[in-house]
């Protein structure tokens, strides 16, 4: 069931309780307004980092973590990453696709699109690694993620992971688009992990 864009309504409804359910959706209610905030484990990897500092994923496995692009280019773009980036079906994209890994173990797989018109991108387009970073880079260029969406599913392993995952292994796949403090979308991403990744979230209560 789709979450409703405007949820005051439904939070009114559930006056006088803390907490208002309906099947698919949980909230956080308080005299008509969702008082709840979500963090997610996704954060760090949102900003640049500082100088001098390494990158999220550097930190986060104390070095242990490296990658390895897989494929870098211009295609055109499927209708879940046009509806993603609000372009129309097959306009031009910039794809670019890592394999990540923990003591040289693949866990995980991420491709990210961007708009190939999308201003001083067009290095994301060559198959080497990005000096600072992709983050750093876009931010760099002007385009700093103000709001992300994500989707989290359980799935099943595919011949389509391109041999790196055995098929039926489960995955745990987020879509996440990025956008602009103008809600302009400029990245959209698919990470497919396996071995056990987890994606936290959690919720502060006012």
Not at 27 to 33: G, N, Q, T
Not at 65 to 91: F, K, M, T
Not at 131 to 151: F, N
Request: net charge neutral; hydrophobic share 40%; glycine share 10%.
């Amino acid at each position: 069931m789709p979450v409703p864009t405007d949820m005051s309504g439904l939070c009114g409804r559930a006056a006088g309780r803390r907490e208002g359910r309906r099947p698919g959706v949980a909230l956080y209610c308080y005299s008509r307004k969702v008082v709840g905030m979500w963090k997610t484990s996704s954060a760090p990897y949102l900003a640049p980092p500082a100088p001098g500092q390494p990158d999220a994923w550097t930190a986060q496995t104390q070095g242990r973590g490296s990658q390895r692009i897989l494929e870098a280019g211009y295609v055109e773009a499927s209708a879940e990453v046009a509806e993603a980036l609000r372009l129309e079906p097959g306009a031009g994209v910039i794809r670019r696709t890592r394999l990540i890994l923990i003591d040289r173990e693949p866990v995980e797989i991420v491709t990210s699109h961007y708009p190939s018109d999308l201003n001083g991108v067009h290095a994301l387009a060559q198959p080497r690694p990005v000096r600072g970073g992709t983050v750093w880079l876009l931010a760099d260029l002007g385009w700093v993620a103000a709001r992300a969406v994500e989707d989290v599913s359980a799935e099943t392993a595919t011949a389509d992971l391109g041999g790196h995952v055995p098929q039926s292994v489960p995955l745990l796949v987020t879509r996440r688009t990025l956008y602009t403090a103008a809600d302009v979308p400029f990245e959209y991403t698919v990470m497919t992990a396996w071995d056990g990744r987890r994606q936290r979230y959690i919720m502060e209560v006012a």
